[in-house]
């Protein structure tokens, strides 16, 4: 068997490739784009391409694809052959460097949120050098950006790059304050743990609602959940275990750094999680980390489900986006050191983030906000809506002596004694964890735990990083007039606390108290994406992206749009799904088990009038006016989705989803589980609960 060393990142043109297959000066060149962002030349792409092309030829590709990320959610790619015809009837390899830096495919049928007409075809990718090509089967995949003829961008990649470079602008200002004239850059780095479901292939296909909207619609609970805690960190079954190894070695190839893997706290729930990466890449690979598994998955006979919420009453799947700041120097600028009372370069980046989140809380919460995330938040297993921050102790007394002018005795060092010898003594960490924040300092870093399993990281990240960026920019403005920086820098530090102090909270975010408490100091708790997406368009958000040349007005109006369009598509689907469902399966079953139980009262009485018939009896009773009271609540559902698609406002739209059709929804659900757990499992047309989440083994 092969050293994962040796084939690491065998199927990408690396670092490390480039450097050995490109001549030095070529090298040199393109390092500078990749490191400092010089303009490529041609001549330079004519032979990174050539190198391309021959390296990607050597591994058995035939084809090469721009790579990008569209507003769909997911990847797209076209692809094209390297064959040319040659004069003598055959065929030759080329590929130039106008086809590495430019691709044009048909951007009207991509969601544009009106910034395309369907009439209107022409887009561009453009090559993004600073994310390494890739081979995936026999396709050269070139990860690109996607623009539309007037230059607006239709992907996710554009802006995130655009933040990335507006916080570095903004950092390295506040940098230089310091006395950091080494410092180049400043990049921010994620790591975003994966959550996902693993079921078995043949039941997954007999499940409409799986197929069509990636969760379940109906089921009621099995007898054991999750209550045991029993599968949480718990030994991996062999066939988890070999489709996890298996999606190692092919994330591995493709120099993905997958490192831990571990079964998560609901039945059939696993996670995957990376050592962190700069945040353009990180986003490409979670991208085609989520391909992959899923690939995987059917070659295992399983289907992975990165549904939020496939399964209702046991924990939903998300993504921690694990976010932190560092300069090319090596300095992460989130590390408070070991003395961080002293440490006034992190104080001030700590303070900024703080101040970041706050003033645009909202804008973190919409950066999340999906039809599937809304089953997830706040419902004990997943942050609440509301935005806040955990800090821990030792640094929540570090700011409180800030802002009250006192002193700070410091966090004493404690070692952990377990009361056996033969144990090892460690020091315990001055602060705990909070799995209940949605936004909580980690050591050296914040993680964001609102985001869906499903959700690209593009977005969450390219907000944090604009409002970062903001901040910054205002410390700078403040810091670089200053005639007493050592003074001024202190009092900065000690206003933003005293400012936004509100947004801390290191208690129990699942505690009804704390959302009545958020309220009382103001927060925001914008539950839905309906209630959450229209402020993308607030005036202060989009001052505060515009002024950064993250998104331009058209940009952020079309987002709105799509995001909402989204959401009202996703429940549509599965409102329709349901009444389908409702009308095709679970009714037809429902009257089978009735005839079946007639038939037993029949043939019970015909044999004397005197036996008892109380089961039955009941059973129909109560089975019979669950399908009339089914197929009412179906008719309601389908004559509110006719009713939505005569909606022409998109705002509109989805505050009738919110306020109509999802509540329906769950009436419709209800009387169908509870038939569920009465007609004969024989009869019964969809596999359960119980079978999905136990049929791995």
């Keep these: 068997m092969a050293n994962v060393a040796e084939y690491f990142g065998s199927l990408v043109f690396d670092d490390k490739t480039m450097k050995e297959r490109l001549d030095p000066k070529i090298y040199k060149q393109l390092r500078k784009t990749i490191d400092d962002g010089e303009q490529l030349n041609i001549q330079v792409a ?21 790579w990008f990320q569209p507003l769909t ?10 064959i040319s015809p040659s004069p003598d009837g055959r065929v030759i390899m080329e590929f130039s460097g106008k086809e590495l830096i430019k691709g044009e495919p048909d951007a009207s049928s991509f969601p544009s949120g009106g910034l395309r007409a369907t009439f209107e075809a022409r887009g561009y990718t453009a090559w993004d050098p600073t994310s390494y090509a890739f081979i995936k089967g026999k396709t050269l995949c070139i990860p690109t950006a996607f623009a539309s003829y007037s230059a607006d961008a239709l992907d996710k990649k554009t802006p995130l790059l655009r933040s990335m470079q507006a916080l570095n602008i903004q950092a390295l200002r506040v940098l230089k304050l310091f006395g950091n004239e080494d410092v180049k850059r400043v990049v921010t780095s994620v790591g975003p743990e994966q959550e996902y479901f693993l079921v078995p292939k043949e039941l997954y296909a007999k499940r409409k609602d799986l197929i069509y909207t990636g969760r379940t619609l109906f089921g009621a609970r099995p007898p054991k959940g999750q209550e045991l805690d029993d599968h949480y960190f718990g030994t991996i079954k062999p066939r988890v275990l070999a489709y996890m190894e298996d999606l190692n070695d092919e994330l591995w190839k493709l120099g993905i750094l997958a490192k831990t893997q571990h079964n998560e706290v609901a039945p059939a ?143 004493k060092k404690k070692y952990m004694k377990l009361g056996v010898d033969v144990l090892p003594r460690f020091r315990r960490d001055t602060t705990d964890r909070n799995r209940t924040s949605p936004f909580a300092f980690t050591g050296n870093k914040f993680e964001f735990r609102m985001l869906g399993s ?58 009804d108290a704390w959302i009545e408490e958020a309220e009382k100091r103001g927060l925001s708790n914008l539950k839905t994406t309906a209630d959450a997406m229209p402020h993308l368009l607030d005036e202060k958000n989009i001052a505060m992206l515009t002024a950064h040349k993250v998104f331009t007005v058209a940009e952020l109006e079309s987002r709105m749009e799509i995001m909402l369009e989204n959401y009202v598509k996703q429940v549509n689907i599965e409102a329709l799904t349901m009444v389908d469902m409702t009308g095709k399966q679970i009714i037809p079953a429902i009257e089978t088990y009735l005839m079946k139980l007639l038939k037993n009262v029949s043939m019970k009485k015909a044999i004397s009038p005197e036996i008892g018939c109380a089961y039955e009896t009941a059973n129909i009773e109560k089975l019979s006016a669950a399908c009339d009271e089914m197929s009412a609540n179906a008719g309601i559902l389908e004559r509110l989705a006719d009713h939505l698609a005569h909606i022409d406002d998109i705002v509109e739209q989805a505050n009738f989803v919110r306020d109509e059709i999802l509540p329906q929804m769950d009436v419709l659900r209800e009387y169908a589980d509870a038939a569920e757990a009465v007609v004969d499992a024989e009869i019964w047309p969809l596999p359960t609960y119980g079978e999905l989440l136990f049929g791995v083994r």
């Design 454 to 511: 499903s959700n690209s990281i593009a977005c969450c990240n390219m907000m944090l990083n604009s409002a970062v960026a903001e901040v910054l920019k205002q410390f700078a403005d403040v810091l670089e007039s200053s005639e007493d920086f050592e003074n001024d820098v202190h009092d900065l530090i000690r206003k933003t606390i005293k400012e936004h102090k509100r947004i801390i909270f290191n208690g129990n975010g699942y505690d």
């Design 269 to 411: 729930q696993h996670e995957l999680a990376p050592i962190y990466t700069t945040t353009n890449v990180a986003t490409d690979h979670n991208q085609l980390t989520m391909e992959i598994m899923q690939k995987v998955a059917e070659r295992h006979g399983l289907v992975c489900l990165l549904h939020e919420k496939p399964f209702k009453g046991v924990n939903g799947s998300g993504k921690h986006n694990n976010w932190s700041i560092g300069t090319d120097t090596g300095v992460n600028l989130l590390t408070p050191g070991e003395t961080p009372f002293e440490n006034v370069q992190f104080l001030l980046f700590l303070v900024a983030v703080i101040k970041a989140v706050d003033e645009y809380q909202d804008l973190l919460r919409l950066s999340v906000a999906t039809a599937g995330n809304d089953h997830r938040l706040g419902a004990n297993e997943a942050p609440p809506a509301v935005i806040s921050i955990f800090l821990g102790d030792e640094l929540t007394a570090v700011l409180d002596a800030i802002e009250n002018d006192t002193e700070y005795e410091g966090t």
């Design 73 to 82: 959610g997911i990847t797209a790619e076209k692809h094209d052959s390297f």
């Design 46 to 66: 004519n032979a990174v391409a050539a190198a391309l092309k021959e390296w990607a030829v050597e591994k058995g590709a035939t084809h090469y694809t721009h």
